[in-house]
């Protein structure tokens, strides 16, 4: 992959899947004539936009030169146009990433708390326009952005709209209202599944009042952490003896999918403990359409997007767990 293409996110968005019924509403309700796309790239959005509901009026930005649009610096300005709707996929580079692949981003990131690029675009583009339509990181859902009051709709792309990048996505979109959380509705691909309140909801956080340590050979629990591709096995909490993994030769290079976890539990609880934890993981799983973990690159060979349940989450369900069955054994 060449270097310019790594610098600057050019990662084009070739299908047209991102524009669903309900985004193409709102761009419409929009009453929007002009679309505004100021990181343009090979103009696929604008493209999409022209042909599927006939868009006259196309302006594009981008910072590279050798692409046919004026040059523009959208991370630190993007002019206001009157009656445009800014239809855009901003380029995506984490802080951590840029610095281990040593890219110089710190002109941007020296202003901001953020941790990745997309989320200044972000910012840019909400001072710009009254209307937002952004391809953006699924983890966007998780975060604490702090205009999340202005979105409308968030709709999770499970299929892949990249040729060359497997990130996983969703399409935001905003407006200029400010709203509470029940009214902004969550689709995966067609289907309105949540509002963004009853994901806060469904939200657990760690008290951090017990001693866990992950990544431990000491530990006595296994923790599956990533889905994996064939439809059968999903995260999930088991004795390390029922995982089959050579856990001693390969527990570190490997932590983000399977770690050994040391938690003070007697011996005769540790079954109910391990089911109790299976049981939580798969209720938020439920109650959340998976919205709540974090999306992990690749999607399983049914097509279901694979999660990943972050060691924040696991300390809050191994908490509750806890909990549950202190309360239940008090109660027998
Ligand atoms: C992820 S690509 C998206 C292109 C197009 N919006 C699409 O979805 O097909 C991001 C584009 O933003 C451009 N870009 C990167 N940094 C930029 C900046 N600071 N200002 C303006 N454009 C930038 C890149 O050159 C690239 O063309």
Redesign the pocket.
């Known amino acids: 992959m060449g270097e ?1 293409k790594i ?8 299908s047209n899947l991102w524009l669903k019924p309900q985004v193409k509403e709102f761009i419409k309700n929009s009453n929007c004539k002009i679309a505004y ?9 604008l493209t999409a936009v022209r042909e599927q509901l006939g868009f006259r009026s196309l302006i594009g ?4 030169e050798a ?1 046919d649009w004026q040059v ?5 300005e993007i002019p206001k146009i009157d009656g445009a709707i800014i239809i ?5 580079i984490a802080k951590q990433s840029a610095s281990r692949k040593k890219i110089d981003l710190s002109m ?1 990131f020296s202003t901001t708390k953020y941790d990745d ?1 997309y989320l200044i ?1 972000l910012d840019r583009m909400l001072e710009a326009e009254d209307f937002v339509v952004a ?1 953006i990181p699924e983890s966007f859902i998780n975060s604490n952005y702090k205009q999340k009051y202005r979105l409308s709709s968030i709709t999770i792309l499970e299929e892949n709209p990249f040729e060359d990048t497997e990130n996983p996505v969703c399409v935001a979109c905003f407006d200029n209202r400010i709203k509470d959380y029940d009214e902004i509705k969550i689709y995966k691909n067609d289907k309105l599944i949540n509002t963004l309140q009853d994901i806060m909801n469904i939200r657990i956080e760690p008290k951090n009042n017990i001693n866990i340590t992950f990544n431990t050979l000491k530990g006595w629990l296994g923790l599956r952490a990533i889905d994996s591709t064939d439809d059968i096995k999903f995260i999930n909490f088991d004795f390390k003896e029922n995982i089959k993994y050579d856990w001693k030769n390969r527990i570190k290079t490997s932590s983000r999918h399977l770690t050994l976890i040391d938690i003070g539990i007697t011996d005769e609880f540790k079954n109910r403990f391990i089911d109790e934890c299976n049981k939580i993981i798969h209720d938020i799983r439920i109650k959340s359409s998976d919205v709540l973990l974090t999306p992990f690159k690749g999607n399983t060979k049914s097509g279901k997007r694979r999660r990943r349940l972050d060691f924040r989450l696991a300390r809050a369900i191994m908490e509750q767990a806890y909990e549950n069955i202190i309360r239940s054994g008090k109660s027998e």
């Open positions: 310019k610098i600057l996110g050019q990662f084009n968005t070739k796309d100021p990181f343009a790239g090979a103009g696929d959005l930005l981008d910072l590279d692409l523009n610096d959208s991370l630190i855009t996929n901003p380029p995506y941007y690029i675009a391809i």
